[in-house]
């Protein structure tokens, strides 16, 4: 038998690409360690998410490469997983890796609702992650969390966010009364937002979900001012009306030099629990058509299910990847692993834009 060597292991990995950095895995830095024992080879692949979408296929792939090699007759695969930093060095936010932006161009297509399942559903792949509610005029997110009732405490000058289902959770809605309405102008609300941005004690996150109020006024403006940006998640319902207002909202971020890292489809269609009947209320595929035309990714679709709804009036909504239907749950962790995905091409091209300033 050939003898193998770990340089000719390597050589073999050369051949392996991610799929969507479209390098491959030795030149990304993904190979952490080969041992070669006789025809025996471990490889340690770090994943740059731990809710990669495409975790099968590289598994599949690198063990085919080595597999392939003269001599080998075991090939024993590590994987692990270590998010990557789209904002090296930024002096703003030092210890958070990743920023991303959740809006929408329009109120009622389950923005908040699209937030708390992308943080939940990051932070169930093993990642660390915060949530911030910027929806100052219409904070749900700690409803939605179970936290409701929650007050955070300030420790060293800095306010320590509440935790929810392994979440780090900041919102307006912990500093004021339930039913109180904010009339608030522009510079009281941007005064806020930084606050949120600069004074919490965010600590050392993977990624930071922010939830925007809808539209394109003044805390979209604020958060391209403040911080560099990983990029925006846009979600729509499928109606004509609604893709109309995600198209503003995509052009928006494209005018403040945030990377639009997809669209979402929200309550897509509905699938009848008794019978099976699929119902698309709203139309369906708009929001796929409207990404191709706008040249961004489209991130998955979300069904209209009452569970969905159930567990984020319950304060339970992470329950939705456990309490639904296979399919419902499928689909959420679709959207997450994709949106994960964009969020690791960024930080391999490491090229998100400056902070905007807008006089």
Not at 295 to 312: H, K, Q, S, T
Request: hydrophobic share 40%; aromatic share 4%; glycine share 10%.
């Amino acid at each position: 038998m050939p003898e193998v060597t770990r340089d000719a292991v390597l050589n073999r990995l050369r051949s392996v690409k991610d799929p969507e950095l479209h390098k491959d895995v030795v030149s990304l830095n993904m190979i952490r360690e080969v041992r070669v024992t006789g025809g025996r080879v471990h490889v340690h692949l770090e994943l740059t998410t731990p809710a990669c979408p495409l975790r099968e296929q590289l598994e599949r792939d690198v063990k085919a490469a080595v597999g392939g090699l003269p001599g080998v007759t075991d090939v024993e695969l590590e994987m692990s997983a270590q998010v990557r930093s789209s904002r090296p060095g930024s002096a703003q936010l030092p210890g958070i890796k990743n920023v991303i932006a959740v809006g929408a161009g329009k109120g009622g297509v389950g923005k908040s609702t699209a937030a708390v399942l992308l943080a939940s559903g990051l932070r169930r792949s093993g990642a660390a992650v915060g949530l911030l509610d910027a929806d100052v005029y219409g904070p749900s997110i700690p409803t939605m969390m179970g936290l409701q009732d929650g007050r955070p405490e300030v420790r060293d000058n800095l306010i320590v966010p509440l935790e929810a289902f392994g979440v780090k959770v900041m919102s307006i809605g912990f500093m004021i009364d339930r039913d109180k309405a904010l009339i608030w102008r522009g510079p009281m609300v941007h005064g806020v937002v930084k606050q949120f941005l600069e004074q919490v004690d965010w600590g050392e996150l993977d990624y930071l979900v922010v939830d925007l109020p809808p539209g394109t006024g003044d805390v979209p403006l604020t958060l391209a001012q403040s911080i560099p940006m990983t990029g925006a998640v846009v979600i729509c319902t499928p109606q004509d009306v609604a893709l109309l207002d995600a198209r503003r909202a995509v052009k928006m971020y494209e005018q403040l030099n945030v990377p639009c890292l997809g669209i979402i489809e929200n309550m897509s269609y509905y699938l009848c629990p008794k019978c099976g009947h699929r119902d698309e209320i709203f139309d369906h595929g708009g929001a796929r058509a409207a990404a191709e035309e706008l040249g961004v990714p489209f991130l998955g679709e979300i069904p209209l299910n009452a569970r969905i709804r159930v567990c984020g009036d319950a304060g339970t909504a992470e329950q939705v990847f456990t309490h639904t239907e296979e399919y419902v749950a499928r689909s959420i962790e679709s959207v997450v692993a994709n949106t994960a995905g964009q969020i690791s091409i960024r930080s391999e091209t490491r090229d998100a834009a400056p902070s905007l300033t807008i006089e």
